[in-house]
């Protein structure tokens, strides 16, 4: 199995942005966080994360790094980048990927630093590169290994004298690079225009993705890391808005979370005890039609008043 753990990462998140106006892209927001953050949480494991760009604020410790000369172009970003990194594999994307996951990520790693098939198999990669669901490869959706990246840079600078403004493309022809397919082009959407802000901005609204992007929006904002299970919670919701009163539901929650922090506790275990808890209290009340709890005329011997 394949350490994901020794890689760096590479953002790049310069640029002129023309498209939008020239606006600071990587600063935009998408569900509350801005686009470099989103980039950010989906490559917590990198050892050293390099931002190359102006500096701005970010959601977790990174280096800050300019290329020479600023604005140059995504190869001379990718070497200023690179100027920072020391494990194998280093991970290069773009600061513009709001729906990038840290799924995606380990999938690109792990075609990446995919070992030789034997004496007479295929050799290591180079890299891994997503494809989106149009067949194109991304070169800024990526895993490479350090040591022929680094060479080929060094061969570009030696025959061009200079990287500012050359394309990524050609360097990448020169790479041996598995394909990750990414059929939907969700992961490799990247946000380039005011239309395809607008795009993200709604697609996350939509009714199957706002409860999961809410939450981790929230997570991100608290600093927290724990697991949620949405369905458990809603159904302990449901229960206590139901069986206790309405406004027992956030209440409810918010102790279920408390308690987790606290005591370190399962949250769907807990979820499933307080859930117990509102459906016995429940059944204590009266029956809806008018009668008494089961058994309370017997239970103390008292006729009921006529």
């Not at 190359?52 to 604005?71: I, N």
């Not at 494809?131 to 490479?144: C, H, K, N, S, T």
């Amino acid at each position: 199995m394949s350490d994901h753990t020794d890689h760096d990462a590479i953002v790049l998140a310069g640029g002129a942005a023309r498209r939008l106006g020239g606006a600071d892209k990587p600063a935009l927001s998408v569900g509350g966080r801005p686009l470099l953050d989103r980039v950010l949480a989906a490559c917590p494991d990198a050892a050293i994360t390099v931002v190359v760009g102006p500096g701005r604020p970010a959601v977790r410790a990174v280096v800050h790094a300019l290329e020479d000369p600023p604005g140059g172009g995504p190869l001379a970003a990718l070497e200023a980048g690179l100027r920072h990194t020391t494990a194998p594999t280093v991970l290069v994307l773009s600061a513009d990927l709001p729906f990038l996951t840290p799924a995606t990520v380990r999938t690109l790693l792990t075609e990446a630093t995919r070992p030789a098939a034997g004496d007479d198999g295929a050799p290591s990669p180079d890299g891994a590169v997503l494809r989106d669901g149009e067949g194109r490869d991304q070169p800024l959706v990526a895993a490479y290994r350090t040591e022929p990246l680094r060479r080929l840079l060094a061969l570009l600078r030696a025959e061009r004298g200079d990287l500012a403004g050359l394309p990524l493309r050609p360097l990448l022809a020169e790479l041996a690079l598995e394909r990750v397919p990414d059929a939907t082009s969700t992961a490799s959407f990247d946000c380039d225009t005011w239309e395809d802000l607008s795009a993200a901005r709604a697609r996350i609204r939509e009714h199957g993705n706002v409860l999961d992007e809410w939450i981790t929006a929230v997570k991100a904002e608290l600093g927290i890391e724990l697991d949620v299970d949405t369905t458990e919670l809603l159904d302990l919701a449901r229960d206590a808005a139901h069986g206790v009163a309405r406004p027992a539901a956030p209440l409810t929650t918010f102790l279920i979370g408390y308690a987790a922090g606290q005591q370190g506790g399962d949250v769907t275990e807990l979820a499933r005890r307080a859930a117990a808890l509102a459906n016995r209290w429940a059944a204590e009340e009266p029956e809806r039609d008018g009668g008494t709890a089961a058994g309370s005329g017997a239970s103390t011997g008292t006729k009921p008043a006529e």
